[in-house]
């Protein structure tokens, strides 16, 4: 829950701010001209802010669509992110975000229609090709759902595109409001997981892993294409009966011949972004980790990579069909 709210001046009659501000009449609101004010400034200390985020309500002017990061996504031939909201409501200690921006408020963008307008611009440039569009970047989609109403307006806009897929990354529950539509071939939502002594650890706040995969049933019982996402796997001393265990609780109530698609990557960060987290939490035992740096990534060994991808792979291939199967090449 957030504590405070800022908003831009200029959207104080958006109708989307308006529904936001009633819905969170009961919390202080201050006025701002550009978001940046208070989301941009050095020497604030995330960490800090993470216990009590404030929400800024805002519009993103430009970049509402970018290029996705090479390796990023299912393997199409264009590949697009954009995000609706920066930062997430969930503490995860390895998330690369803590170490990209210098705050942990939840900034929305409510010009929803200007971000339509760049993604109908973006696949209109690749006709009768098929375009990946990506949320969850940087943020979780459908987390904040029930306040953003996201999946209102751009899974109809995403329907309406015949070249347009999106990808919808969770690791959320808030499926209610895709349930009361009907389902869209080309919007996939895709359930992020990590086995149950990593989810303890290091996923703060992430709903339980069986009330996830209740989650994805419903939505695959209602006709929705659903993805997995191993990603990442984390390295304990236990991590191949812990991960062996994962698959067992989520097959054990999904049928994996109806995913869409199935993803598996390891802990990895930049350099930058690693060296900011552990300063933030220096007493985390996963950043005390044997970790080698190559090409800009810090990542475990690569023996130690090697091995625990193709454990994992082979145990996971055991379940699924390997067209479903997309190995995450992308670096965080």
């Not at 831009?8 to 501000?21: G, I, K, W």
């Not at 803590?98 to 010009?111: E, P, R, T």
């Not at 306040?147 to 808030?174: C, G, H």
């Given at each position: 829950?957030?504590?405070?709210?800022?908003?831009?001046?200029?959207?104080?009659?958006?109708?989307?701010?308006?529904?936001?501000?009633?819905?969170?009449?009961?919390?202080?609101?201050?006025?701002?001209?550009?978001?940046?004010?208070?989301?941009?400034?050095?020497?604030?200390?995330?960490?800090?802010?993470k216990k009590n985020p404030a929400l800024i309500i805002a519009r993103k002017n430009r970049g509402q669509v970018l290029a996705a990061p090479d390796g990023y996504g299912l393997g199409g031939d264009f590949n697009y992110y954009f995000s609706h909201m920066l930062n997430c409501i969930y503490d995860c200690r390895y998330c690369f975000l803590?170490?990209?921006?210098?705050?942990?408020?939840?900034?929305?963008?409510?010009?929803y229609e200007d971000f339509g307008e760049q993604i109908r611009q973006t696949a209109a440039a690749h006709p009768h090709r098929p375009v990946w569009f990506y949320s969850g970047y940087d943020c979780d989609s459908l987390a904040n759902e029930p306040?953003?109403?996201?999946?209102?307006?751009?899974?109809?806009?995403?329907?309406?595109?015949?070249?347009?897929?999106?990808?919808?990354?969770?690791?959320?529950?808030?499926v209610r409001s895709m349930l009361q539509m009907e389902p869209v071939a080309r919007v996939v939502t895709a359930f992020s997981f990590s086995d149950r002594f990593s989810h303890s650890k290091l996923e703060h706040g992430v709903p339980a892993i069986d009330k996830r995969v209740d989650a994805m049933r419903r939505l695959l019982d209602a006709g929705w294409p659903v993805g997995l996402r191993f990603d990442p796997v984390v390295y304990h001393r236990d991590y191949q009966n812990a991960f062996v265990e994962l698959l067992q609780q989520v097959f054990a109530k999904i049928d994996a011949s109806r995913l869409h698609?199935?993803?598996?990557?390891?802990?990895?960060?930049?350099?930058?972004?690693?060296?900011?987290?552990?300063?933030?939490?220096?007493?985390?035992?996963?950043f005390a980790q044997n970790m080698q740096l190559d090409n800009g990534i810090i990542s475990y060994p690569l023996e130690r990579e090697q091995a625990m991808i193709e454990f994992c792979e082979a145990e996971l291939m055991k379940h699924i069909p390997a067209e479903s199967y997309h190995p995450c090449e992308w670096h965080g």
């Open positions: 829950m957030v504590s405070r709210v800022y908003i831009e001046s200029e959207l104080r009659d958006h109708p989307r701010a308006r529904r936001l501000l009633q819905r969170l009449h009961k919390l202080p609101v201050t006025e701002i001209e550009f978001y940046g004010e208070v989301f941009n400034p050095r020497a604030q200390n995330f960490r800090l802010q803590q170490g990209m921006y210098q705050s942990a408020h939840q900034v929305l963008f409510v010009n306040m953003t109403r996201f999946t209102e307006y751009f899974v109809p806009l995403i329907a309406s595109i015949d070249n347009a897929w999106m990808e919808l990354r969770t690791k959320s529950t808030q698609s199935v993803s598996l990557g390891s802990f990895r960060l930049t350099r930058d972004h690693f060296r900011r987290i552990s300063r933030l939490y220096p007493e985390e035992p996963l």
